[in-house]
């Protein structure tokens, strides 16, 4: 059972990001400040959930969070700055484009640099235990396996509609095949 808050004086964001142990593509986080009364009986962590459940409940975190903002970094910006910054920066984009200034930030993991002004709380596996990270959780990854379906059009080889740029046998095979792209992170090991 998900808590639903960590305290009740201040909003708080729940910040969580997905596609950070991925070859290719965007690390994409998600901010959700959510009511205090928010309760869905499917709302778990997103990796936990099928596509079909994560796809439901993407709308209605949508429509009934006090606010919510999805950011991505590049994998350049990846190369540059390494997965786990770039995942923090992925976050802190996404407060930023919050339209609900919040109180406290629960953070996914046990990483993150603070935020301005705001206080924040790393829960190691904080998407199966408060409700506001698992809907980032959600966001974060519905949001990141949208852009991957398109980008699989480009790139068919690649079968990033399938594997969403994880390292699968047949992307490993795609890439020493015909090579990496421009969506391919040059710093992982991607053979």
């Not at 709302?43 to 439901?56: C, F, G, P, T, V």
């Not at 990483?111 to 002004?117: S, T």
């Not at 795609?174 to 391919?184: K, L, Q």
Request: charged share 25%.
């Amino acid at each position: 059972m998900l808590e639903p808050f960590h305290q009740n004086i201040v909003p708080e964001a729940g910040c969580d990001e997905a596609g950070r142990g991925c070859l290719a593509g965007p690390v994409v986080a998600a901010a959700v400040i959510l009511p205090n009364d928010f309760y869905h009986p499917l709302l778990n962590d997103s990796k936990q959930l099928s596509k079909k459940e994560r796809e439901l409940l993407r709308p209605v975190i949508e429509k009934e969070a006090v606010a919510w903002a999805v950011a991505e970094c590049s994998p350049q910006e990846i190369d540059e700055i390494n997965i786990l910054q770039a995942s923090i920066l992925a976050m802190h984009r996404a407060v930023d484009q919050l339209t609900v200034k919040p109180g406290l930030l629960l953070i996914d993991g046990n990483r993150f640099k603070p935020y301005p002004f705001v206080q924040h709380l790393c829960v190691v596996k904080g998407d199966s235990k408060y409700a506001s990270i698992a809907a980032a959780s959600v966001l974060a990854k519905t949001f990141r396996d949208e852009q991957m379906e398109k980008l699989a059009q480009e790139y068919p080889d690649y079968l990033w509609h399938k594997n969403a740029g994880y390292p699968t046998r047949a992307h490993r095979a795609a890439i020493e095949n015909i090579g990496p792209c421009c969506w391919h992170r040059r710093s992982f090991r991607l053979l």
